[in-house]
């Protein structure tokens, strides 16, 4: 029985395809192991974003490679974006490897696994699937790729020139794929795609990501439905209904708005300015709801006082949850050319000050929490404390609940417990089991 590993890099879109690829090896005889020095496969799915996530990926590659000195029948094979968007330079400069795949269905790798033909890749990639199995996650939770491709054209990401136009699946064949995964007990169910407003433009040429949610709603058994990647300038008042009207839909707002100063969003090509986008939060605070959002700095031309601005209004809009990434200069990108280009010392500079201001709005709204009681998903134990999320957490990025009085009781991961907020840090809670 042939053994195989797999590398998850970038991503949660990736890890969506890899519990698919997963699945559909394992369905063809293949064992998993999680233990790579004892693999005959080493699968890398690796991230082609910016500059940070390509030296990951090559990294990676490297590193796993070298585990082929005391395993001579390694086969060490990326995958995925970085080698859709690089694949003759890495086949050129990276003979350690023994396979190379682009951006393909995971059905169509395993195909060419059994087939050895272990390089292969096209020029439009295959970001969508038909697909009836997958691997049952370890967590509790799941990656759910509704769509893929994007067709926004923001002057500063790369991603449509190797991931193609937006495709949607259908709501039949998603809604089958999340009752498979209830059903099998996991608890939260997380919809990604490049961009979730773009899901059903091209099949149902609407936005259908309210239909998709009012049909998902319907599944019997208790779980979460959060929904990422909500582009700022296509979220319609129609998605923020059905999020605030669908019970098992969390009220939690992924809404990457990158800047604030109006002449950087119309350099990026992004359409609603400031003003716009305080009244979109303004409607989607209507009801209460937590809001994620995700900054740049450095983008070229960025003044001081652009930078400024952006500090100020994260102070003024309070965002619950934020994350912030520098500027990368990619090729066949708008802003690859631009003149103005920011020393990546200030764009360090900015973005800590960013994030020191944000840490400290995050500790105010933390503590807001103390008293109240809030429901948790249960996932792990750490040295006698319990470890869980509430609907203000996605998982790997946002924070968690540390449940350190719970009686005697022996609590079960994947449950949903009520929690009263005892004790609060810069971006976790802590509390009691509510008896």
């Known amino acids: 029985m042939k053994k195989f590993h797999i590398v998850k890099l ?28 004892i693999a005959d496969y080493i699968f890398i799915d690796t991230c082609g974003f910016i500059e ?30 970085l080698t859709q968007r690089y694949f003759d330079d890495i086949l050129k400069d990276i003979p350690e490897i023994d396979g190379l795949y682009g951006v393909l269905s995971p059905k169509t790798i395993v195909e060419k696994i059994e087939n050895g033909e272990y390089f292969f890749k096209r020029e439009i990639p295959e970001t969508l699937y038909d ?10 939770y799941a990656y759910v790729k509704i769509g893929d491709g994007c067709s926004r054209n923001c002057a500063f990401c790369s991603i449509p020139t190797f991931k193609g136009k937006p495709k949607s699946r259908s709501i039949e064949e998603i809604n089958e794929e999340v009752e498979f995964l209830v ?22 040429q609407k936005q259908a ?4 949610l009012d ?14 990647y909500l582009h700022p300038d296509f979220l319609s008042e129609d998605i ?7 019970e098992k839909v969390l009220n939690y707002f992924d809404v990457p708005i990158q800047h604030i100063s109006d002449k950087i969003l119309q350099s990026m090509g992004r359409h609603k300015k400031r003003n716009e986008l305080i009244k979109l939060f303004e409607k989607i605070r209507k009801e209460p709801s937590v809001i994620r959002t995700t900054l740049m700095v450095g983008f070229p031309g960025e003044k001081t006082e652009d930078f400024e601005e952006l500090v100020d209004f994260v102070k003024e809009i309070k965002f619950e949850r934020m994350g912030s990434f520098k500027f990368s200069k990619e090729e066949n990108t708008k802003s690859f050319t631009l003149p103005e280009q920011i020393d990546e010392q200030i764009k360090k500079q900015r973005q800590n000050e960013l994030m ?35 609907y203000l957490d996605a998982p790997e990025i946002d924070g968690n609940v540390y449940i350190k009085n719970f009686g005697d009781k022996e609590l079960t991961f994947g449950n949903f417990v009520k929690v009263t907020i005892t004790g609060s840090y810069e971006y976790d809670l802590e509390g009691a089991i509510v008896e």
């Open 10 to 37: 970038g991503c949660p879109k990736n890890d969506a395809d890899m519990e698919i690829f997963k699945g559909l090896l394992q369905s063809k005889g293949y064992k998993y192991v999680s233990n790579p020095q």
């Open 52 to 81: 940070e996530a390509k030296k990951e990926s090559i990294e990676a590659i490297f590193e796993y490679a070298s585990l082929k000195d005391n395993n001579k029948n390694l086969k060490v094979i990326p995958i995925g974006c």
């Open 131 to 140: 697909c009836k199995i997958r691997a049952i996650p370890d967590s509790h």
């Open 183 to 204: 059903s099998k007990g996991v608890k939260e169910i997380i919809l990604v795609s490049q961009d979730n407003t773009l899901y059903g433009i091209d099949n149902y």
């Open 209 to 212: 990501l309210p239909d998709l």
């Open 215 to 228: 049909k998902l709603n319907t599944i019997k058994g208790k779980f979460w439905i959060r929904v990422m």
């Open 240 to 246: 923020i209904e059905s999020i605030h009207r669908n």
């Open 356 to 390: 020191t201001v944000q840490s400290e709005i995050s500790k105010n709204i933390m503590e807001k929490y103390i008293g109240e009681t809030l429901e948790v998903l249960l996932e792990e134990k750490e040295d006698n404390v319990y470890v869980g999320r509430s």
